[in-house]
């Protein structure tokens, strides 16, 4: 499985840093570039199984991003990250195939059940394909 954080929050990058994996899950972040086109082209060249976007980081390109993303990955798994707590901005992102959407701050212990758990489903649906 590969992991792909943007993001420059460094509590949130400091958790991820901290994430003890096994030796098939590989980590990458993206922490200094926000223009959409570099975002884009940096997640395909890592082709991340699952991509953790922090909209505080690339708002105000995060929707535009994501639509991007799925419109051409539907089956990237989407973690979406924010301190943002408007409703509208909730009803535009979930229609884009997000499968987790987390409100700011994010404790290490959810972070890390949520990604030992889409593990674990990655490498069943593998096992059973």
Known sequence: MKVLLISNDNSLQTIFDNYKCDQQITKNVISDITAPFD??????????SVIIIDDDFIKPHTEKILE???KFDKEVIILFIT??????????????????YCIKP???????????AIN???TKKHLTS
Request: zero cysteines; hydrophobic letters at 35%; proline letters at 2%.
């Open 106 to 116: 994010v404790t290490e212990e959810n972070f890390y059940e949520l990604l030992d």
């Open 39 to 48: 975002v884009l082209a940096e997640f395909y060249s890592v082709k991340p």
């Open 83 to 100: 301190s943002n707590t408007s409703f509208e901005l909730g009803k535009k992102i979930t229609q884009l195939g997000i499968y987790y």
């Open 68 to 70: 991007t993303i799925r």
């Open 120 to 122: 674990k489903t990655i």
